[in-house]
């Protein structure tokens, strides 16, 4: 096809030439221009094929570069950065790369589908290294990996806390370095209140809600105290459900669990005597593992 349309190009231009001795012929050169720009213009997008675009299709995207898991019997997943449901359109930039370090539910689901649908593939690994985020996207996390059909082994790096350690709960085996942060089990809904610089500003806030909570936890006015109980019924709600998740997963009783779970968090070694997680290693020991456990050596593909 490129060379046609160079071909093609080449007697258009011969054409041009002979009218250019003509009266016409300046018209003729700006014409000529013209017709070479949007010609080369069509060659090269032909080469070169459609733009890429931003999009949460996993299907060809891992972190090696290559959804191919062949000559892979372990699929890796990487749970790094903030935990969100999904990565919102300005998440990326133009050449459709992720701005920011965060980890969708739906990517994380879908690597684990990429395993279950391959019978090669007799396990996963999840590497986690976060501080937290949506606790919707950590349930989704935690019940993707209890329901796979494949062994699921999660090594905490630096930090597997808030609902990044609600995600690794539902992984069978929880490997962490005696310097790994783990736990922070709790909820909180804490936020700076603007109305002091508001008023130092010359602002003011007009309240024009339809109903009496519509604007609740608007940090340009103050929270009332009955706004505040409102807030404080729902976060110990979604702190049970959060103890009873770790509780259920970690086989654990709830009053152990609530008793950790003060938000805080602990180091490697004092949550392997909690029962938080259940060896010291690091990566290599995590994998070294899973290659006793599927009984072959772990080579992976990560995601």
């Known amino acids: 096809m490129p060379l046609i349309m160079w071909q093609i190009l080449k007697k258009i231009f011969l054409w041009f030439c002979k009218i250019f001795r003509s009266s016409f012929g300046v018209i003729s050169v700006i014409i000529v221009i013209g017709l070479w ?78 395993a279950k649908d391959n019978p090669d593939i ?3 690994i999840v590497d986690i290294d976060s501080y937290g985020g949506s606790g919707v996207a950590g349930e989704e996390m935690m019940r993707a990996f ?22 690794a709960t539902g992984a069978q085996t929880i490997f962490a370095s005696k310097f790994s942060d783990v736990g922070s089990i709790g909820v909180t809904r804490s936020y700076l209140q603007e109305t002091e610089k508001n008023k130092k500003d010359g602002l003011t806030y007009i309240d024009l809600s339809s109903g009496l909570y519509k604007d609740s936890g608007n940090p340009s ?41 003060d938000g805080s968090s602990m180091m490697g070694e004092q949550a392997l005597k909690e029962g938080l997680i259940d060896k010291i290693g690091l990566l290599p020991d995590a994998v070294n593992y899973l290659t006793e456990k599927i009984g072959e050596k772990s080579e992976i593909c990560w995601y």
């Open 221 to 261: 006015r103050p929270l009332t105290e009955t706004e505040k109980q409102l807030f404080m019924r729902d976060i110990k709600i979604g702190y049970e459900y959060f103890v009873n998740i770790v509780s259920q997963n970690r086989n654990l009783s709830n009053e152990k669990v609530r008793a950790l779970g």
């Open 146 to 167: 209890k329901e796979s059909k494949k062994p699921v082994v999660a090594f905490i790096r630096d930090a597997g806390l808030s609902a990044a350690y609600l995600a």
């Open 37 to 114: 720009s949007v010609a080369s213009y069509y060659a090269i997008s032909y080469i070169n094929g459609p733009a890429e675009v931003a999009s949460d299709d996993y299907s060809d995207v891992s972190a090696t570069g290559t959804s191919d898991t062949e000559g892979c019997n372990v699929v890796g997943i990487n749970l790094h950065g903030d935990i969100v449901t999904y990565h919102t359109n300005d998440s990326y930039n133009d050449q459709g790369s992720l701005l920011f370090d965060q980890t969708s539910a739906d990517e994380v689901d879908w690597a684990v589908g990429k």
């Open 122 to 124: 007799k396990a996963i």
